[in-house]
């Protein structure tokens, strides 16, 4: 979802401290879409001299990675107990409803709340800001693990929304440390990262509930714990150009609602477009983490087991695509062409998934919705590729929103339209996912043509003149 069509240029050489890879030429072009005045301020900040060049960035990059991979394991660890729990609490009479929404409220703190971290963390720093929702993720766990009452089991819902920074830091953190040529495969990485965690969290929650129920938060929080002293004694902080000038440190509290960001950032016309696709595929990610079980149970006859298996084995195949294919598709044919084919491989998936009658005729399906993966890696790398370097920590933060918006949405509207629809024919809640894409193939296209007309503009452009 980024970059040229070409093969990549050989990156820029990097530093082994905290300030990322920096450019070799401090008189090189700011790249399209960023902001001239602050990229050619980063780009003539002298690399530091130091050790080999990409100790201290593959050091990050690890620390980076395995943050995210632990947080989402400590995610899925509380999956498999949370019904059992909300019983203890006597609630099993409204035990949906409340599971509902405690998922919901979870999902609501983020949309308010994440582009908030993420301009801080354009203002104060990517590790402060990492280090307090590591701090605050692991007083969550541990007071959902002691909680008494219903009412604390919620306020520790609540306290982690609004401290799940960790996925959006983490995003700004890699378009820091990497150059563009490298952010598509990174973002792949860190994409594959989260889906594996989310896979071993409810297995190792699985087994720890069964020895007591309140395990895996004690697990959860030990987890995040480990994370917060990773962060804290071994992650540096990158060095980039700063949103705002020193004599006015502090964001205005304005500037902190969820809308000022993705107003701000909408109105940059080469970036409103990929917004707009990134909500499209965040509520199509909706159906399948909906509806799953119930479709699985309704048109196979599955049983939970069945259910855990064919999750595992798509989340495995998703982060396997995520992981390995993403950079080498989107280096051979262009972030924009890897992105349009992860929507087509979506939307064939969910058609599959829409007209399957066994198990033998979904398997393709699953695949192809699991190669529609690469889409998302290349869509960040393109989104921040178009913004400034000043405004990532706030781009990552929007996304976050963006995708926690489509979670509140999603589940009420997909669970409406399968009991509609469920009557005649239960296919139609995969149609209608398929169906969101559709208003995004203007965009698509203008992104297309723009990819195509890019190495024709280069090329004009380096030619000799008289030549």
């Known amino acids: 979802m980024h970059t040229p069509t070409q093969s990549p240029a050989p990156p820029p050489a990097e530093s082994a401290g905290p300030a990322g890879p920096m ?41 980076i990675l395995a943050t995210v991979a632990l947080d989402a394991i400590g995610i899925g660890l509380i999956a498999p107990v949370l019904p059992q729990l909300l019983d203890a609490f006597g609630v099993h ?50 007071l959902m693990a002691c909680a008494p009452w219903l009412s604390l089991l919620y306020l520790g819902r609540a306290v982690a929304g609004i401290s799940g920074a960790s996925g959006s830091v983490a995003g700004a953190y890699i378009a820091d440390i990497s150059d563009e040529s490298q952010r598509a495969r990174r973002y792949g990485w860190l994409g594959a990262s989260f889906g594996l965690g989310l896979v071993a969290g409810p297995v190792i929650g699985g087994l720890l509930g069964a020895v007591w129920l309140r395990a895996p938060f004690l697990a959860a929080a030990a987890l995040a714990t480990l994370n917060f002293a990773l962060a804290w004694m071994a992650l540096p902080e990158p060095r980039r150009a700063r949103a705002a000038p020193p004599e006015r440190a502090a964001p205005r509290w304005r500037e902190l609602a969820p809308w000022h960001s993705l107003r701000e950032l909408g109105r940059l016309p080469d970036l409103a477009p990929l917004l707009w696709l990134y909500l499209a595929m965040q509520l199509a990610g909706q159906v399948p983490g909906t509806l799953w079980a119930i479709y699985g149970h309704d048109r196979f006859g599955w049983n939970p087991t069945a259910v855990g298996l064919s999750l595992a084995a798509f989340g495995v195949v998703h982060s396997l695509f995520q992981a390995f294919a993403t950079g080498r598709i989107s280096e051979r044919f262009g972030p924009s062409r ?28 699953l695949v192809l919705a699991a190669g529609g993966g690469i889409g998302g890696p290349a869509l960040l790398a393109m989104a921040s590729e178009r913004t400034d370097e ?38 139609w809640v995969w149609v209608v996912g398929a169906a969101l894409y559709l208003p995004c193939v203007p965009a698509l296209r203008k992104l297309l043509r723009a990819s195509a007309s890019a190495p024709a503009a280069r090329d004009e452009a380096a030619a000799p003149v008289g030549g």
């Open 23 to 63: 450019p070799t030429e401090p008189t090189a072009a700011p790249a399209a879409g960023r902001d001239p005045p602050v990229a050619a301020a980063a780009a003539t900040i002298p690399p530091p001299a130091s050790m080999p060049a990409a100790s201290g960035i593959d050091l990050a990059l690890v620390l």
């Open 93 to 142: 009479a409204n035990l949906a409803l409340h599971a509902g929404a405690l998922t919901a409220l979870y999902a609501l703190m983020q949309f308010v709340c994440a582009p908030a971290l993420g301009a801080l963390s354009d203002r104060f720093g990517r590790r402060p800001v990492l280090l307090c929702s590591l701090f605050g993720s692991a007083l969550d766990y541990l």
């Open 338 to 365: 890897t992105l349009l084919g992860g929507v087509v491989s979506d939307v064939l998936g969910y058609l599959a998934f829409a007209f399957a009658r066994s198990v033998a005729t979904l398997a393709p399906g």
């Open 390 to 427: 000043a405004r990532q920590g706030a781009l990552q933060g929007v996304l976050a929103s963006l995708a926690s918006l489509a979670a509140v949405i999603g589940p009420l509207l997909f669970g409406a339209i399968y009991v509609a629809g469920a009557g005649h024919w239960d296919g």
